[in-house]
């Protein structure tokens, strides 16, 4: 069963990057049956997914938010990261991690199994 | 772009809750997804390709539809269902794109 866990500052300045981590336990981001996805949700509203990245480091990104996130893997650290700059006080939220399934011999993908707990990220001025 | 319905939904235990999710577009039932989501909590995958239970999920609940229409049923609804419900659906592009949510209370 994978865990995952994310990390990274709970506060980030109006205009500066917001950057978190999420490390993955209980097996390997290096896999093909798996993308690995950040998910958003500002306090009391719904989920907004922000983009997925593969093992070999090929990432899509929510169009709407395209310009400024970027998504990376690290394979050796069994890592994957978010960078969102320019943050605005729209971009405070509880961002997750998760996994996200990708795999042709069974029924059915894009579903998110493993979450982490969430973290709570506020943008100050 | 997913519409779920209703807003809320209160309901007694031992009650069946019937929740829609209405696609703009006709979609592929493979990649229709339902998620429990409890305040403070990450969401929870219930359904996966419209009428998979995820693991641990109790035969309870059960997904159904097809193109534009699908649904989640809780059969014999019990407390501690309360929670928010979420439809997700996956395409290349754009990715993935959720539902607004479904909020179930009991009465």
């Known amino acids: 069963q994978l865990h995952l866990q994310e990390s990274g500052p709970g506060r980030v300045r109006l205009s500066e990057t917001l950057s978190l981590t999420c490390t993955v336990s209980?097996?390997?981001?290096?896999?093909?049956?798996?993308?690995w996805a950040w998910i958003r949700q500002p306090p009391g509203k719904g989920l907004q997914w922000i983009g997925s990245?593969?093992?070999?480091?090929?990432?899509y990104i929510n169009p709407s938010l395209e310009s400024r996130v970027t998504i990376s893997i690290d394979t050796s650290k069994n890592q994957f990261s978010l960078r969102l700059t320019f943050v605005t006080a729209a971009d405070t939220a509880t961002y997750y991690c998760?996994?996200?399934?990708?795999?042709?011999?069974?029924?059915?993908?894009?579903?998110?199994?493993?979450w982490g707990q969430g973290a709570l990220v506020t943008v100050s001025s | 772009v997913l519409t779920q319905s209703p807003g809320t939904l209160s309901l007694s235990p031992g009650d069946t809750a019937t929740l829609s999710c209405r696609a703009s577009?006709?979609?592929?039932?493979?990649?229709l997804v339902w998620y429990q989501q409890k305040p403070g909590r990450a969401p929870r995958l219930l359904i996966y390709?419209?009428?998979n239970r995820a693991t641990g999920i109790p035969d309870r609940f059960s997904g159904s539809g097809s193109e534009t229409d699908f649904f989640l049923t809780i059969t014999g609804v019990e407390s501690q269902d309360s929670a928010v419900y979420y439809c997700q659906h996956y395409d290349n592009s754009p990715g993935l794109t959720f539902g607004g949510g479904t909020k179930v209370e009991m009465k």
């Open positions: 990245v593969f093992y070999n480091g090929k990432a």
């Open positions: 998760a996994n996200q399934w990708d795999d042709m011999d069974r029924d059915g993908d894009g579903d998110l199994e493993f």
């Open positions: 577009h006709s979609v592929d039932r493979k990649y």
């Open positions: 209980g097996g390997s981001v290096d896999t093909l049956s798996h993308y």
């Open positions: 390709a419209t009428f």
